[in-house]
Every structure is written in structure tokens, then in C-alpha cells.
DNA sequence: CTGTTAGCGCATTCAA
DNA sequence: TTGAATGCGCTAACAG
């Protein structure tokens, strides 16, 4: 059998108070003296009290608790966004509790469910694509809820992320400085309905017709979600045309990897055959190795601006839930060069 | 105002039931008829019922929680062990929460006292280097807990993670098997306490005895951890040594893709001029453009094993906490190569 | 200032 | 088979 935790009544015992008089004196209430506060205090620290935060949420009918849900963690900024907004949400008094979906939908709404039942006052999710509806469930339930990270929203719910169309802009107009003309576009094949991706493929368009360079079809690419197959078969597809491109934009730097990946395996030189950027950030794109040239985003102020929109959210329940998008930064790096000079 | 929740009196109500067999009925007790429990199930759906966790813990003393804590999840196998673990924790009725520490002592503390407020049943974590006495809390409290992944451990608790003597023999004797002689060693300052880490040093002394191959002091480094200036400046040293080493061998990936990134960017080739050698397996080593040789743990194993220890000691608390490692898989890449010819 | 009482939502124990 | 009472640990709202 578990030990049983030490309570409140067995510290009233042993220290001759009421259970309620400890209460108060351990969340510091003025109404006890400063010398039973200290006694009570002494007491509880040696019997190693901790509260029982499922009797407090419950009594409060507050559980000063938000909820995270992430995809993974492991391609995602789900360590600096759930830092940023820490930062900010600590202040208030709540605590974080989080969860994976890892990828997948089904354990996705599990673990919203999970949230719920623990009577989160707050939710800040990076919804996987596709799945944003199953938050309405939250929505429902009156719970304040933001996204963050990704773009990804639907009406009536907050959001925070990098702004798509302006870090799309941004690698475009980059690879046209170089002299780039025959520019390939890597996405995915649900962007469309993705409020990031698709302002991605929309400046992609806009930032050729602009530059008068005219977007050939053959050149636009969906890959599947996590498929490393259908992205090397694409990446096959476009260095065996006959104009083959010079460059290729890649909506996130996870993609850009596997592209990267592709032509060298296939001794496609990176730069000097091809250039290829990506759009996110990853840490590791820094690295001499892979040096991807991207549109980085500050994931740490994602994280606070989320928490802020919460707080908003929590206080002022009929605000009208509102989008921030924040530019990102281009980074140039070795993954692009001007184009090789036509034979 | 939030929205009040609909609570098992409200159903009751409307089924014009009573509340217990609301409870019941939805929990599929064989005590309420087919009938009404239909009944009693739809009206729940209609009104969007769900369980205050808090409440039903409270009552049963019981959370079925169990609690994770990870440093941070990029540089480790956060998500596959957790997966892992769950795989076996959901068959028992258990859900899982997860903490992050950031790599930082005070936040871990405090992820460990939010975990114990919830009154989790198991713990399954990751401690960051230095802190495993941190969770001497949680024993006192008489949680079973295990330490996942990094072989991170202190006497009396469970430890599933990958066996590093194992680890540091085969990449050493791969190294030598290439004809290596001169080869570095790269540890971390803290790694003298560590289970992990030191493992891995032994296995570099001994393999290098046993194939008769002096070890030289200043080939021996060890580096201040995540301080990337720190491994620059080390591995400036080691090349500009009169006897420069032919291989480094790094006691994780992350360690390593920093020594071949200053390599880089010092003109040294990899693996023509230096072999380089790390621990770990992250996913990104297999990256042709990073593609380094290292040994893999199969981290969902981990968290399973973890999972299965666990349920072992919530089952039998009086079982002795085992230590049990996995061993990795030498996975050689194009990092390490023979050694440059003498000239 | 102190002490008492009540009840959050749920599940388990009784008695009917 | 059903109904009613009880209490988990904590805190808030009382009355003294």
C-alpha cells in the first residue's frame, strides 16, 4: 500500500490547531498570528505536507491550471513556446500541464479531453493540420483557448504565429535577388487548408508575378505529411526535367532537410546545382552541416504573446479572439547561392 | 463568468434519476438496467458531460496519473519515451502528464512538487545531470518512480536506459577496427557522476588498453555542458596539436554535431581528416548532410521497459528497483572513414 | 480576531 | 435492484 499523504488534519493534530487555522496560516493569511503561522509552518515542513491540488481545485472551483498540447515535441518549438508563456502565466499563479498528440488526431482530442477534465482555465495547442475543429470541444466548454505556433486557426479562436505570407515573401524575394529564376515550390498536400501554408504558396505566387517571372505548373509540388518517399520522388521528379530548377522554396525547414537530403544523394550540388530554403526555423539549421537558409520565428515571444491573448481571454471572456502573426527573420545561409551560369 | 460545467446532479436531474445511478450507468456498473442507461448515456452526450478528474480522484485517492518529466525535448527522446510508456500505461487505465524542466534545476523541482500536488501514482523521468537527488522528494513520498533514457540514476530507484559502457565499447572498437590510433575523447565536466557518461569513459580506457594503444592526457577532454564555446575552443586545441587526433569520440550526438561544425569551419574535412563519433542516436544523424556514426537506442523500447518497471513496483512496492539497460545499435555512417595516410 | 459549519463533484458504503 | 448517507482534502462563508 502507497503511504498515506500527510493532511491538513494531520497537521492540525499535531500542531493543536484546527484544520482550518493551518490553512490559512500556510497560504499566509493575516488573520493568524505571526508565531502560530511560523509554528504551523515548521510543522508542516517537517511532516513534509504538500496540498492536494485535486481537493484545492475542486473547493476553488478553480484549478489555476492551463493546458498545452503540442504535436511533438521534437519538430516543433513546443520547449520555447510553453517557456514563453510560462514566463508570463507563472506571474498569474497558474501552472502548465501538457500534452502530445503525437501527430496523430485520435490522441489528439484525448488528450484535449484529459485537459478538460482537469478543468484547464486555459488552453494554448499547436492543432495538427486538419484537426483544428476538434477544438471546439474547448470552445464549447467555455474555455479560453489560442493557438499557437503553426498559423493554424479556425473562426472565433485566437491565434499566434509566424506570419506565412510575409516569411514566403521574404525566401522568394531572397532567391530572386540571386538572379533565380526557375524556382520549384515544395508544399504539402492538405495546405490548403492551413491559414500558415497557404499564405506561404499565395506570396510564392504573388512574389514571382511581381518579379514578372512566370510560375511554371510542373514546378509546384505537393508532398505528403511526413512521407519521405513522396518528397524524394518529387525531388527526382524535378532534377531530371530537362530545365530543371535552380532553386527550390520549401514551406517548412523539415521539408527543406529531406530536399537536401534528396540531392545530395543524388549528387545534386547544394548550393551551386540547386539552392533550397526553408521556412521555420529549426536549431539545427544552423549547424555548418546543414546550414539552411530560413525564415526563423521567435518562438519564445510566441509563447508570451499566447499567454497574453489567454490572460485577455480569462479576464474580458466576451473579447473578440484576435490573430497575431509575427515576422519572422530571414537567414541567409550556405543552403542558397546565385544560380549556376547557363552552358 | 466560465460557463458552469455540467456535473452528474445536472443529469440526474433531467433523467429524473438520481445521481448515483448516473454515476453508474455511465461507468457501465451492472446494477442500473440497459434501458436506463441508455438513457442516462444519451442525455449525457446531449450535455456535453465530462468528469471533474479532480473530484473523482479526490474520492477514489486515487489519480491514475502518472507523471513525466523531461528536460527539454529537442535533445532527447522525450516523445518516443513517452509513447512507449504510454503504450503500456493507457491498457491500465493510466493518463499521462508531462513536465518540462528546460534544463533547469529549480523548474524541474517545481515540475516534480506540481506532479506530487496531483497525487500521480508513478513518475517516469528524465533527471537532468546533478538533480537526481531532487527526486529523493519523490520516494519520501512513496511514489514509484523510474529514471528514463539518459542512465541517469541514484541508488534505490529504477533506471531503464542505454547500456553506455556497451555504447562507448562498440564505437571504439569501430574506430580502431578503421585503423585509428589517435583517438580523443570528448566527455562533459558533471559526467563523473553520472551512470551514463562514466560507463562510456571506462569503455574508452579499457577498449583502448585492450588493443594495446596508450591513452595520452591531452587527447582526454571534457567539455562544459551545452556550451558550445566551450567544445570550439577544445576541439581548436586538439587540431592544432603537433599529433593531431584522427577520430573523436563524443559521448552524445549533440556534442558531436558541434565538434564536426568547428571542424568544418576550420577547413578540417570530415571524416577524410578527423573521424568523429557520437552517442545517442538523434534522428537528425541520419541526415546525409550531417550523417553521423553513432549508436542508437530504441527510445520507445525505453519508455516501455520504463512503463513495465513501473507497473511492477506499483504492483509489488517492496520490489527491489532494477536497473536495466539496453544495448544500442553501432549505426556507422559517413563520419568515420580510416585514417589519413602518414605522409 | 477565532471557531464552526458547510460543500465542491464524485464513488463507495450502507440500508431498504 | 434501488435509494440515501457519508466522506475524500480543502477552503470559504459564516457566526461567535
Chains 1, 2 share one sequence.
Not at 476553488?60 to 513556446?81: C, H, L, M, N, W
Not at 482537469?118 to 488552453?123: G, K, N, R, S
Request: glycine share 8%.
Amino acid at each position: 500500500m502507497q503511504v498515506m499523504a500527510v493532511t491538513l488534519k494531520d497537521i492540525a493534530k499535531k500542531a493543536q490547531v484546527t484544520e482550518q487555522a493551518v490553512s490559512m496560516a500556510l497560504r499566509g493569511h493575516s488573520r493568524i498570528s505571526k508565531k502560530t503561522k511560523q509554528k504551523i509552518r515548521k510543522i508542516a515542513r517537517e511532516m513534509n505536507y504538500r496540498p492536494n491540488l485535486h481537493a484545492r481545485s475542486l473547493r476553488r472551483q478553480s484549478s489555476k491550471a492551463v493546458g498545452f498540447i503540442f504535436p511533438d515535441i521534437t519538430y516543433s518549438y513546443a520547449q520555447e513556446i510553453a517557456e514563453g508563456a510560462r514566463s508570463q502565466l507563472n506571474e498569474h499563479g497558474y501552472v502548465g500541464l501538457i500534452g502530445l498528440s503525437s501527430w496523430n488526431a485520435d490522441q489528439e482530442m484525448q488528450e484535449l479531453e484529459l485537459m478538460l477534465g482537469f478543468q484547464v482555465e486555459a488552453l494554448i495547442c499547436t492543432p495538427i493540420v486538419g484537426s483544428e475543429a476538434t477544438y471546439a470541444k474547448a470552445v464549447d466548454a467555455g474555455v479560453p483557448l489560442v493557438f499557437a505556433g503553426n498559423g493554424l486557426s479556425i473562426p472565433g479562436v485566437a491565434c499566434v504565429g509566424l506570419d506565412g505570407y510575409d516569411a514566403g515573401q521574404k525566401v522568394m524575394r531572397h532567391l530572386l535577388a540571386l538572379g533565380h529564376r526557375r524556382i520549384a515550390f515544395m508544399g504539402t498536400e492538405s495546405m490548403a487548408g492551413s491559414q500558415f501554408l497557404s499564405p506561404i504558396r499565395e506570396a510564392y505566387f504573388h512574389t514571382m508575378e511581381q518579379a514578372g517571372v512566370p510560375v511554371q505548373d510542373h514546378m509546384v509540388c505537393y508532398s505528403q505529411v511526413g512521407n519521405q518517399d513522396s518528397i524524394e520522388s518529387i525531388v527526382d521528379q524535378l532534377i531530371d526535367l530537362e530545365q530543371r530548377p535552380t532553386a527550390i522554396c520549401c514551406v517548412t525547414d523539415a521539408i527543406a532537410y529531406l530536399v537536401m537530403n534528396r540531392l545530395i544523394q543524388r549528387e545534386v550540388r547544394v548550393p551551386q546545382d540547386i539552392s533550397v530554403t526553408g521556412i521555420g526555423g529549426l536549431h539545427s539549421s544552423s549547424l555548418e552541416m546543414i546550414s539552411l537558409t530560413t525564415v526563423t520565428e521567435d518562438a519564445f515571444r510566441v509563447g508570451s504573446l499566447a499567454a497574453q491573448s489567454l490572460l485577455e481571454l480569462m479576464e474580458e471572456p466576451d473579447t473578440e479572439p484576435d490573430r497575431r502573426l509575427v515576422r519572422g527573420d530571414l537567414i541567409a545561409r550556405k543552403s542558397t547561392a546565385p544560380p549556376p551560369q547557363r552552358r
